[in-house]
């Protein structure tokens, strides 16, 4: 199996489990080694007494991105730690992307950056993860790590 399709066969993997990401209405639009794209729209539940988007579940989109993204190559991964600058506020009706890149990966440890923007490219926030993958352990049986 070629690393996309290990890409592919990781996100369809972890969708199938992930409660939280049906909750939100979360969809990777995109995967590959080190990469992944993940949106949500922010509905009226979503809304904190200000009517906007709560921050947590901008940092909960973001933390999604990056698990696809550290994930990606069939590696078992999780996050050791994260930060997020929220720039903007969200708003009702507001399709939110998360774009996760690889900024390092060295042994056991990665660091991620991913940026969230709104359907107008304006940036929401900022988000830096740090990842450890839990030895050789996979996200699926039988493929590549």
């Known amino acids: 199996m070629d690393a996309q399709a290990t890409a592919e066969k990781v996100r369809d993997v972890m969708l199938a489990d992930d409660a939280a990401s049906r909750l939100l209405g979360l969809q990777i639009t995109e995967i590959a080694p080190g990469r992944a794209v993940a949106t949500m729209t922010v509905r009226a539940d979503m809304l904190n007494g200000f ?36 720039v903007k506020s969200a ?25 969230v923007t709104n359907q107008h490219g304006e940036l929401i ?21």
């Open 91 to 115: 708003r009702l009706g507001d399709v939110l992307t998360a774009t996760a890149t690889e900024t390092s990966l060295a042994g056991r440890t990665g660091l991620y950056d991913i940026t």
């Open 51 to 86: 009517a906007i988007c709560h921050g947590g579940l901008i940092a909960t989109l973001a933390d999604s991105a990056f698990a696809f993204a550290c994930n990606a190559r069939n590696a078992l991964t999780v996050a050791s730690g994260f930060g997020i600058d929220i």
């Open 125 to 145: 926030a900022m988000f830096r993860g740090r990842s450890h993958r839990l030895g050789e352990r996979q996200v699926f049986e039988g493929g590549d790590a």
